[in-house]
């Protein structure tokens, strides 16, 4: 019985298979080479007059599913000619090959001459005059959009294979991972947009070759007729003409729409100072039109790798469309290397020009000849772009800017008029089909618009094998004499090895046990010795919002745990417990306990450090009391995250400790040095001492942008951009009482902003003041973010390199500056070769006033990346420290933004 179902099941596979019509074959160049992606467009079908189509994979193939009749199909590729072949489908698949011609340009009639301007950059005026344009022109459209994503290992360092050898294994059994093995996922969506940042995106099939899980690839509208792509200038940008010079290669002619013959211009696109955040390559621009014909460019990122791009459009209504899109990446991260490709195909089923951009305006260069009316801001301010559109046909580049500005200015306070939200920059919402994950090899093969490689094709077949063993076995029917080498062990089941390693157990869907091993916290230091910290949480989310598999927003999450840590040294045991409810950006909590805690709350050095400098270099630089404390604090952001608010108020006995013992040795003796005492020294008062007191703390802090705040919708959520620019004003106020009487008000400053490609300027600025300092104590004091030690972490704008921790805290008033600087292209990094491998420089400035500083300052130079593509992540740093103008020395740094400990 079995063997008659899966006879008539494959017999029904192959009845599908054969019933499927369509057209497929290979497209190459003169010497029979393989073209990978080239475009394949169909054209003028008797049932639909709109473009469909398809790209070739990388091995040259393509195939796509038609209905039988007559169509017309073009062969596109860029740098080949152009050309139409007729096809007509009756059964089955049929087959048309085509062989492609290099593309022969002509030059214009105007030739560049010595001292002349190349005429690349009067194309190139016109066309970044109507960039904004072309992106107004489309209205609202619905398509059918393939895209697929291929990632491959190519090489692991061959530690890592030695030290990861095993689960190298399990993950090629698990999750079909394997060096030199693509891993897929394809994704068939239908999309719509609609005028200004509105995308709907519902999932009608996903498929991917590492397990049965959804995995969708987002719908990204990335456009070169923006400023920027990926923080990367577009030749197209307004301020192009800084960043890049351009050459003229050429003019060839080509069928356009409604059989009208089309004429494109070939533009080298040359990078003034190639690197990160700049193209390479070439842009073909139609003549008149001046829109993206096609393109091929590549850049470089931040770590090194090389990322290639090409588009090629069709005429869409007479909108040129991005229809066929590439992106590759292939380099190196840490010893791995990869590559890897993004493809994109759009079949449009609807498709509704912008009224206001139907009419064809003609844009001249007023550089070389001055239209006939030129407009003046009076003539263009408030006048409706129809009208002046009738009027004139022709604009200079500058006055198509002024009229576009124009519109969109009008078109936003029309909306506001509507109640619409003018702050959200992209709403967007995806819906995922049901059936999407289980669609059949014969739905894919009638969908897929690129075909797979022959590599392709295995690994797919090796996750299918995989996932049929999984599943073969029927309940109840379970094999003795084998295990399942592919059968996962159940993540909630305990082992004793959890305990030494933490876990977490997954209870149900909506709640999880999370446990902190003391192991993964060993700590050292001179007041405790050494230290072993765990930790037990239960966590229950009511509510999730589902983004994608990998981000997931907790709606409405409770907390409940409690964390102790043992004191070797001190032979005690401390610790708090802690209980917190969190909906959306509003969250309460509530904690209490005995626990050790820096002078400093923002701890200038971390635990784990401090363990390696006490231990290593016989310097123990934390300092710390004991709070056993009460603590209630409440975080919001109201009015839509345009101000965040914080509260907290804590009633705590604090006390002050001694090293453990006298006369401790570290693990290396260093014959000029021995550990401090736990009283840090500080010059503004005789001794930093304090008797065990109470104190009621009350701290309110609120921070907001000086700038409305943009945001995003997903799925009807609202999300704060966290590129926002706008400067960041923070006022805190804190108020000390029982035992204490104080009040502390401090306001900050702080921005960061772009002055460049991969350059930005940043700073911070603060001051406050104790303005009544009737009984506080050196725990209430205001510290600064010092640094005592060669290895620098933390922030990298706010924090001091040389200051010592806590020489100048201040009870009294304080006034401190922050700037850094960085640049893509400073002193070294003027060569093109230093900037490819990642380095990049910054100077920096801190200053301090305190009643004791001296006008604390510190004058720096940095070279981020200083090992590229091994520790991309550490910069090494060169510093002058001053006080009163006076040069007190020279400091050097090894830096990293990564945190290590708490």
């Not at 791009?309 to 229809?323: A, N």
């Not at 509507?418 to 969908?447: C, G, Q």
């Not at 700590?523 to 405790?528: D, G, L």
Request: hydrophobic residues 35%.
């Amino acid at each position: 019985m079995k063997n008659a179902i899966l006879i008539l099941f494959f017999a029904l596979c192959s009845t599908l298979a054969s019933a499927q019509t369509g057209l497929r074959g290979t497209v190459k160049n003169a010497q029979g080479e393989a073209l990978p992606f080239a475009a394949v467009i169909v054209k003028g079908t008797e049932t639909s007059a709109r473009p469909n189509g398809t790209i070739t994979n990388a091995e040259g193939r393509y195939e796509i599913a038609l209905a039988p009749g007559k169509y017309e199909i073009v062969f596109q590729y860029l740098g080949f000619q152009t050309i139409k072949k007729s096809a007509e489908i009756t059964t089955g698949l049929t087959t048309l090959d085509a062989t492609l011609e290099e593309q022969a340009f002509r030059l214009a009639e105007v030739q560049t001459k010595a001292g002349n301007e190349d005429p690349a950059y009067t194309i190139m005026r016109r066309a970044i005059a109507k960039s904004r344009f072309h992106q107004l022109q489309v209205q609202r459209f619905k398509a059918r959009v393939y895209t697929k994503s291929s990632f491959t290992v190519i090489d692991l360092p061959n530690l890592a294979e030695m030290a990861f050898r095993k689960q190298l294994k399990e993950a090629e059994k698990e999750a079909n991972f394997k060096v030199g093995v693509p891993m897929l996922n394809e994704t068939v969506a239908e999309v719509s947009f609609t005028q200004p940042n509105t995308f709907r995106q519902r999932i009608i099939a996903n498929r991917n070759s590492q397990g049965d899980f959804l995995s969708p690839n987002q719908f990204y509208n990335a456009s070169f007729y923006s400023p920027t792509i990926a923080n990367t200038v577009s030749p197209l940008s307004p301020k192009a003409f800084a960043y890049y010079k351009f050459e003229y290669k050429g003019t060839f002619r080509e069928p356009g729409p409604d059989g009208k013959t089309v004429e494109v211009s070939k533009i080298q696109v040359i990078p003034r100072q190639y690197g990160e955040g700049v193209f390479r390559g070439t842009i073909y621009i139609l003549e008149n039109t001046w829109a993206i014909h096609s393109l091929q460019l590549e850049t470089v990122n931040t770590i090194g790798v090389s990322i290639s791009v090409r588009h090629v459009c069709s005429p869409i209504q007479g909108v040129w469309m991005p229809t066929n899109q590439r992106y590759e990446g292939k380099g190196s991260y840490l010893g791995v290397k990869a590559t890897g490709y993004y493809i994109r195909n759009l079949t449009f089923s609807e498709f509704v020009v912008n009224p206001a951009f139907v009419e064809d305006i003609e844009v001249t260069d007023e550089k070389k000849a001055p239209p006939a009316n030129t407009l003046s801001k009076s003539d263009i301010k408030g006048k409706p772009l129809d009208d002046l559109v009738k009027k004139q046909k022709e604009f200079s580049t500058k006055n198509l800017r002024q009229l576009v500005k124009e519109y969109e200015k009008q078109e936003k306070e029309a909306r506001k008029n509507r109640k619409e939200d003018v702050a959200v920059v992209r709403d967007d919402s995806l819906v995922i089909d049901s059936l999407a994950r289980r669609r059949s090899n014969v739905f894919w093969d009638s969908l897929r618009s690129v075909p797979l490689t022959t590599a392709e094709i295995k690994s797919y077949r090796k996750a299918d094998s995989l996932g049929l063993v999984r599943e073969i076995k029927a309940p109840g029917t379970v094999d003795t004499t084998r295990r399942d080498s592919t059968r996962k062990k159940s993540p909630n089941k305990f082992s004793p090895g959890q305990l030494l390693s933490g876990h977490t157990w997954q209870l149900n869907k909506h709640s999880a046990l999370i446990y902190t091993s003391p192991l993964a916290r060993i700590e050292y230091n001179t007041v405790e010795g050494y230290t072993l910290e765990g930790a037990l949480n239960f966590r229950h989310r009511a509510k999730v919002d589902s983004i994608s598999r990998f981000r997931q927003i907790a709606l409405g999450e409770w907390n409940l745990g409690g964390t102790g840590r043992y004191e070797f040294g001190r032979k005690q045991f401390v610790g708090y417990g802690q209980a917190s409810y969190q909906y959306k950006a509003t969250r309460i909590g509530l904690s209490g306990g005995r626990y050790l805690y820096q002078y400093n709350p923002d701890n200038p050095i971390s635990p784990f450090l401090n363990s390696l400098t006490t231990l290593l270099f016989e310097q123990n630089f934390a300092k710390l009391y004991q709070k056993d404390f009460l603590n209630l604090t409440v975080t919001a952001s109201p009015f839509r995250n345009r101000i965040t608010l914080a509260g907290s108020l804590e009633y705590a006995q604090r006390s002050e400790l001694t090293n453990y013992k006298e006369g401790l040795s570290p693990w290396i003796n260093w014959k000029n040095r021995v550990y401090t005492p736990n009283r840090p020294d500080n010059d503004e008062i005789t001794t930093t001492a304090f008797p065990t007191h109470n104190a009621l703390i009350m701290n309110l802090t609120a921070s907001a942008r000086l700038q409305a705040t943009q945001y995003t919708i997903r799925n009807g959520r609202r999300i704060a951009r966290r590129d926002n620019e706008s400067p960041l004003i923070t006022v805190n106020y804190r108020k000390g009482m029982a035992d204490v009487d104080y009040d502390f008000l401090q306001a900050t400053i702080s921005h960061s902003f772009e002055t460049g490609i991969r350059s930005k300027l940043n700073y911070q600025l603060s001051a406050g003041t104790f303005l009544n300092d009737r009984k506080l104590y050196f725990p209430d004091f205001k510290h600064f973010a010092g640094n005592q030690f060669f290895f620098q972490q933390g922030d990298v704008v706010s924090s001091f390199r040389l200051l010592p921790y806590y020489q100048y805290s201040t009870g009294q008033r304080f006034a401190e500056g922050h700037v850094l600087a960085e640049f893509r292209k400073f002193f070294i990094t003027q060569l093109t070769l230093v900037r490819l491998i990642g380095l990049k420089e910054n100077l920096f400035v801190h200053y301090l006033y305190t009643p004791s500083s001296q006008h604390y300052t510190e004058v720096g130079y940095g070279l981020d990346g200083i090992i590229p593509q091994v520790l991309p992540f550490f910069r090494i740093e060169v510093i002058s420290q001053w006080q009163d103008t006076t040069y007190k020395g020279l400091g050097f740094r090894i830096g990293t933004t990564l945190k290590f400990g708490r």
